[in-house]
């Protein structure tokens, strides 16, 4: 019974042993950090405009950016049938990341006589980040027939990331 009692102590004393020195020659690693979302962000860089008609010298126009670059105004007074312009900008990309003009729409809602045509709008264009296109991008304003009265308009352009695809 003392031989067992020895053995169990001795046994308890090596394990306490080993435990100790595992202890000793072990250490621990861990990872920490943050993360923070990059900016996105695009204006535009209102260039000029261009015009054409029989009476064009006749019609005023005026583009009017806003403060921040996100709106163009455009106002055409006097228009006259075959009356034509085109409105001319690029796209500044603020962000940190490449995005891409994935969208330009036309909200349904003014006259029938007046085309707008994004053709050269810009879909499909991708900006590098912190950078300005240099495509030469454009809206064309056209009056048919029946010019009348005062239409309002809205384009809205869509950006977002670009993923390279």
Not at 59 to 74: A, F, M, N, S, Y
Not at 113 to 122: K, R
Not at 133 to 155: E, H, M, P, W
């Amino acid at each position: 019974m003392k031989k067992s009692i020895s053995m169990s102590l001795m046994v308890f004393l090596a394990l306490a042993l080993v435990g100790f020195a595992y202890a000793a020659w072990s250490d621990s690693l861990s990872i920490t950090g943050a993360v923070s979302a990059a900016e996105l962000g695009v204006k535009f860089l209102y260039d000029r405009y261009t015009e054409e008609a029989t009476y064009a010298d006749q019609v005023d126009v005026t583009v009017v950016p806003d403060d921040e670059g996100k709106t163009l105004t455009v106002t055409v007074a006097n228009a006259v049938p075959e009356y034509w312009v085109d409105i001319h900008y690029e796209f500044q990309n603020l962000g940190e990341l490449p995005i891409v003009i994935r969208e330009v729409t036309v909200e349904e809602g003014h006259a029938p006589w007046l085309t707008i045509d994004t053709a050269g709008a810009g879909e499909g264009a991708t900006i590098a980040q912190t950078s300005t296109s240099n495509d030469g991008y454009k809206v064309r304003l056209a009056c048919g027939d029946g010019v009348s009265g005062t239409t309002q308009f809205t384009i809205e352009f869509t950006a977002e990331l670009s993923t390279g695809q």
